[in-house]
């Protein structure tokens, strides 16, 4: 066991647990943040995908002990009010089934779209190949990233 | 449209909620479902409405949500006939309650297809007791009153109440033993697109799932299964486990090892820690031989055959020529994303379950059997479901969780690894299919013999599937191969094999008949209307206008691209008829699969945007299984372990699709499944007029072209 101050949503946190924990059963069960989700734990899947520094990672194959200082966000800390352009764009896109894998997309979707905001079909190929969906949204995924990308490009 | 009698007086039950609201139950309405298929329909389910005095209008999801749109579309049918505005709907899900409701579940597209009658007259039953209340307020006549957006109106004065300040009244008023439902064109939700009412909870991480579920002193379980099938517990060692932080307990049960800790890192570090023996209890099973097995049996008549017109064998001994064709399926694991997991607290005086699962009555029942507790103790509560695609229609993994709740005394969140799960068993079974087809000497297909063998399945045919009732010598046997590893329905049972195995055989047919293979489909069912041979099943005016609909979408019949090459199939499953035509490349011995066109009809569409979504939803988990989907055996252990050996369909892969639904005033049909099964046979098509050469077993592989051809005029 040892303890880690983490950086969680803009939030320091201490948790206690044992060095070669997961970062997303640390979320999961340590903080009892369950938007991030379990599918694989072998980083094949994408559920687990969080932030680390802007950059989607899988957090099931991420050690808590190699996070350090870097700035975790979650799908619970992607936007204040739910309004984040790829939210906004997974509603009306009405891209959900069961919705299970759907926070890890959103996840590897707002990482890429802050990447690339004009991001080409290919881009989204590369960019989502590591998030599976079980129910087959890809096609409204596809539609919905795009849609976020066209309402960012008209925001700022 | 006409007015319904509702015969049955008692189908409302009329309380007052707390607060001065109106509360209507309705359970048990007629299930007749006139112009339905009656395929697998087993659930008809009920709901419950609850109108506060703000107005507020909670509609009751009484069907577990995998997926499917159920939370959504079902609540919309009360809303429309109850006339209320979708914006100010609550939607809540309804644990299990078999005095409230019927039946609960969710599984052979059956949902709406039982819901659509009952629901709507119970969303007008409870409108015209709202406008009696008006009437009554306004000592007027009811006649005079109409309903818009939850709100009545009496016509020629204007005046108007809102449903809440009338929701009160409305509890004292009769139950309509009659109510008229609503002319379709008045449609203001069915057929529209509504979103999932969960959109935003699900965006913003905020929606619960069952492998969510927290309660106070709660214990993570991981449990060490027999790694085999054919495997039992010989002997294990705890000492190392029990030593480590975190771990509170381990118990042992039927052939399994509990270890019960305090996050689920530690449960699955315990259980790695665990020192165990297995030993063999039977034989242990491969791939090789299951295969063999099947074969074997598929070269036997079977003495009492699933269907038979005419005489098939008679008509194939005298043909001019025989087609013979053998298509293999694999196993399949359901893998949804959601591993399996349930919450179980199991006390003295009460049991509480809670969790994902298709079936919470099937869960109570089978538990309150394994615990040997009544079942009026056990509560079972429905969380949003991560995918079920049959799956969660198991009980094991829920009575699992409450035998070790039983032993440890503790509340305990059961969970599954992936490997877990991928080795937990109730697959698609394995089967094999073998096709004879007799041509006469008049170049017609005279003769249909399809003897199927199948793992652990009595019956692994649909004997009335298409192209029955088409030709007049027809046979179907399916012979049973027993095996130790457990199978269950998967995704449109059998369907979702047959569908590949039956439209490949019909586009070898027709190319060796010199025919396009649409054409040669419409022929087909021209005959089995003209001239059936035994009984139909199927609509033929509705199955052709499908076919004729994907023809035209796909443009079938003019070349696409440099490059590109078509496919077609169609099927018939859960009341619901789809045809569909794919373009596909190769390149570099890679198969592309660039576009999916698909028509479709299942009767009135109730949610615009949810029914597009399972029809799309459909392909890409039929297209996914068909290029890679295979679970194979190696003495009773799965080889594949994980998403990186067992691969799903990803992204790169996904084509375009285009869906169409057939504009349609019958009653709505199963949407969940009937997607699903003809993507495979419509790219094997592709794949063939690409290349000249047949696949006949899944997952498609090109490899295979080279190293198996298989000479199919044997
Ligand atoms: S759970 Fe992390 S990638 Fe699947
Ligand atoms: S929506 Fe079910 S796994 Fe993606």
Not at chain 1, 101 to 119: D, E, T, V
């Amino acid at each position: 066991m040892a303890q880690y101050n983490l950086q969680v949503n803009g939030k320091k946190v201490q948790v206690e647990v044992s060095p070669d924990t997961p970062l997303l059963w640390v979320l999961r069960d340590t903080l009892g943040m369950t938007g991030t989700k379990f599918g694989c734990g072998i980083a094949q899947c994408g559920a687990c995908t969080v932030h680390l520094n802007d950059n989607a990672v899988r957090s099931c194959s991420l050690p808590v002990s190699s996070v350090g200082n870097n700035k975790i966000t979650t799908i619970e800390g992607l936007s204040e009010k739910g309004d984040h352009p790829v939210q906004l764009a997974w509603d009306e896109a009405d891209v959900p089934q069961c919705g299970y894998c759907q926070a890890g997309q959103i996840m590897s979707a707002a990482a890429l779209l802050k990447r690339k905001p004009q991001p080409t079909d290919q881009d989204i190929d590369t960019a989502m190949a590591g998030n599976i969906c079980r129910c087959g949204t890809y096609k409204r995924i596809r539609t919905a990233i795009h849609a976020a990308a066209a309402k960012k490009g008209g925001k700022s | 449209m006409s007015a319904s009698i509702v015969s049955r007086r008692s189908f409302l039950k009329v309380s007052t909620l707390a607060g001065g609201g109106l509360m209507l139950a309705f359970n048990g309405l007629d299930k007749v479902l006139a112009g339905t298929v009656a395929e697998d329909v087993l659930f008809a389910p009920n709901a419950y409405i609850k109108i506060a005095s703000n107005g507020i209008v909670t509609l009751m999801a009484t069907n577990p949500e995998i997926g499917q749109g159920v939370k959504t579309s079902l609540p919309m049918l009360v809303a429309e006939e109850l006339d209320v505005d979708w914006q100010k709907v609550v939607i809540e899900q309804a644990p299990l309650d078999t005095v409230k409701f019927s039946r609960q579940s969710a599984g052979g597209s059956g949902s709406v297809r039982s819901s659509w009658e009952p629901f709507r007259k119970a969303g007008a039953a409870a409108r015209k007791m709202l406008v009696d209340a008006a009437a009554q307020t306004w000592n007027v006549s009811p006649d005079e009153c109409v309903t818009e957006n939850g709100w009545v109106i009496h016509k020629p004065s204007g005046k108007k109440l809102e449903y809440g300040a009338l929701a009160s009244k409305a509890s004292g008023m009769t139950v309509p033993t009659e109510v008229t439902l609503k002319d379709p064109k008045d449609y203001k939700l069915i057929g529209k697109r509504i979103p999932n009412v969960d959109n935003k909870k699900i965006a913003t991480g905020k929606q619960p799932f069952g492998i969510d579920t927290k309660r106070e002193g709660m214990l993570y379980v991981m449990v060490a299964r027999p790694a085999a099938f054919g495997k039992k517990l010989k002997s294990f060692d705890d000492t190392a486990a029990r030593a480590l932080p975190g771990v509170k307990n381990v118990v042992s049960f039927d052939n399994k090892i509990a270890v019960l800790a305090t996050s689920t890192w530690e449960a699955k570090k315990g259980r790695d820690a665990l020192k165990i023996e297995w030993e063999d209890e039977v034989a242990l099973e491969s791939t090789a031989e299951h295969q063999e097995n099947l074969k074997k049996l598929t070269q036997q008549k079977h003495e009492i055959p699933k269907r038979t017109d005419g005489d098939a064998e008679q008509a194939l001994a005298g043909a001019k020529k025989v087609l013979e064709s053998v298509f293999e399926a694999p196993f399949l694991p359901h893998a949804p994303l959601e591993p399996m997991n349930f919450f179980a607290d199991v006390r003295d005086d009460k049991v509480e379950l809670y969790g994902s699962t298709q079936v919470p009555a099937r869960v109570r029942a089978e538990v309150a059997k394994a615990l040997n507790i009544g079942e009026d103790k056990i509560s079972v509560g429905v969380s949003r479901i991560g995918g079920g695609f049959g799956r969660r229609l198991q009980a094991d993994y829920a009575i699992e969780a409450a035998k070790i709740s039983q032993l440890a005394k503790s509340p305990v969140q059961v969970m599954w690894t992936r490997e877990d799960d991928m080795q937990g068993g109730y697959y698609r079974p394995a089967g094999m299919y073998r096709y004879r087809a007799a041509i006469d000497q008049n170049n017609e297909l005279s003769a249909w013999y399809l003897v199927a063998s199948s793992v652990n399945q009595d019956n692994a045919s649909r004997q009335d599937n298409f192209p029955a009732g088409a030709i007049p010598n027809f046979r179907v046997d399916s012979h049973r191969l027993n095996s130790a590893i457990s199978t269950g329905p998967w995704r449109a049972p059998n369907h979702n094999f047959l569908a590949f195995s039956e439209e490949s055989f019909l586009d070898e047919i027709a190319t060796e008949l010199k025919k396009d293979t649409v054409a040669f489909r419409l022929e087909l069912l021209d005959r089995a209307k003209s001239n059936p041979a035994g009984k139909l099943t199927y609509d033929v005016d509705r199955y052709k206008a499908v076919i004729k609909l994907a023809a035209e979408m796909g443009k079938w019949g003019t070349p696409a691209g440099k490059g590109i090459f078509k496919g077609f199939a169609s099927h018939f499953s859960f009341g619901s008829y789809a045809a569909q035509v794919a373009e596909i490349s190769i390149t570099g011995g890679k198969l592309k699969v660039h576009k999916i066109y698909c028509a479709i009809d299942c009767g009135r569409v109730i949610n615009l945007s949810g029914a597009e979504t399972q029809v799309e939803g459909g392909i890409i988990d039929g297209l996914g299984h068909a290029l890679y989907g295979e679970l194979l055996f190696e003495k009773g252990a799965t080889v594949q372990k994980n998403f990186n050996t067992y691969k799903l369909i990803r992204m790169p892969d996904a084509p375009a699709i285009e869906v169409r639904f057939i504009d349609s005033n019958e009653n709505p049909q199963g949407l969940g499944e009937p997607g699903l099964p003809p993507v495979a046979a419509a790219v094997n098509n592709a794949i063939f007029n690409a290349t000249g050469q047949r696949i006949r077993r899944l997952p498609l592989s090109l490899a295979t072209l080279l190293s198996d051809q298989v000479d199919r005029n044997r």
